[in-house]
T-cell receptor, first 114, second 112 residues
C-alpha cells in the first residue's frame, strides 16, 4: 500500500530558484491538498483540489502554484523560492472534501531556501 | 478567528505510565474533532474522530473525550510504550477542508 507518496524527501534551494514538489496518491481520492508545517505553528493549508481540473487557494497560497490534471497527481510549484518558504511540506488526500474527512498524509518534504 | 490550543507543549513520561493531553478550541460552527499522531519525520496519522454527540471513544490504548459545552477534548494514553513517542495533533473541523484548524501539537517522549 503506497498511499500518498511525496518526492523529494529533502531539498535545498537558493533564493530565486524554482522547483516542483511531487505528490501522488493511489487510493482514488477525490480531495488533495498541500500544507506547510513550521515550528510553533499548526499545519497551514496552501492549496487544495476537490477533483481533476479543480484547484483553489488555502490560507497561505502566495508564492505557490498547483495544478491537477489527473486524480492521482497534485504537484506544488515554487515559482521563485524565498527564505520564508523554508518549511516542511505535506501533501494529503481524502476520499472526499466532506465534513472533517480523514486526511492521509505523505511523509513530507523538508525544504531549505538559502 | 478559529483557534485550537493544546497543552502541554511537551511531555516526558516513563514507559508504562499513563498520560493525558489536552485540546481547547474556539471553532464555530463545530463539525468534528480528530486526534492525529505524527512520528518524527513522518506525516500525521489519524487516531480517532469525535463528533458533537460523542463523549468518549477508545482506540486500543488511546481514549479520546469530548466536552462540546466547554469546547475541550483530551487524549488519554494508557500503559505508554516507547513507540508512543510522537507529536499528537488536535484538529477541529467546522466544515469542508478549507475550514480545518490544526493545533500546534503536544510532543510526547516516552523513556525507558
Amino acid at each position: 500500500n503506497a498511499g500518498v507518496t511525496q518526492t523529494p524527501k529533502f531539498q535545498v534551494l537558493k533564493t530565486g530558484q524554482s522547483m516542483t514538489l511531487q505528490c501522488a496518491q493511489d487510493m482514488n481520492h477525490e480531495y488533495m491538498s498541500w500544507y506547510r508545517q513550521d515550528p510553533g505553528m499548526g499545519l497551514r493549508l496552501i492549496h487544495y483540489s476537490v477533483g481533476a481540473g479543480i484547484t483553489d487557494q488555502g490560507e497561505v497560497p502566495n508564492g505557490y502554484n498547483v495544478s491537477r490534471s489527473t486524480t492521482e497527481d497534485f504537484p506544488l510549484r515554487l515559482l521563485s523560492a524565498a527564505p520564508s518558504q523554508t518549511s516542511v511540506y505535506f501533501c494529503a488526500s481524502s476520499y472526499s472534501a466532506g465534513l472533517g474527512e480523514k486526511l492521509f498524509f505523505g511523509s513530507g518534504t523538508q525544504l531549505s531556501v538559502l | 478567528k478559529n483557534q485550537v490550543e493544546q497543552s502541554p507543549q511537551s511531555l516526558i513520561i516513563l514507559e508504562g505510565k499513563n498520560c493525558t493531553l489536552q485540546c481547547n478550541y474556539t471553532v464555530s460552527p463545530f463539525s468534528n474533532l480528530r486526534w492525529y499522531k505524527q512520528d518524527t519525520g513522518r506525516g500525521p496519522v489519524s487516531l480517532t474522530i469525535m463528533t458533537f454527540s460523542e463523549n468518549t471513544k477508545s482506540n486500543g490504548r488511546y481514549t479520546a473525550t469530548l466536552d462540546a459545552d466547554t469546547k475541550q477534548s483530551s487524549l488519554h494514553i494508557t500503559a505508554s510504550q516507547l513507540s508512543d513517542s510522537a507529536s499528537y495533533i488536535c484538529v477541529v473541523s467546522s466544515g469542508g477542508y478549507q475550514k480545518v484548524t490544526f493545533g500546534i501539537g503536544t510532543k510526547l517522549q516516552v523513556i525507558p
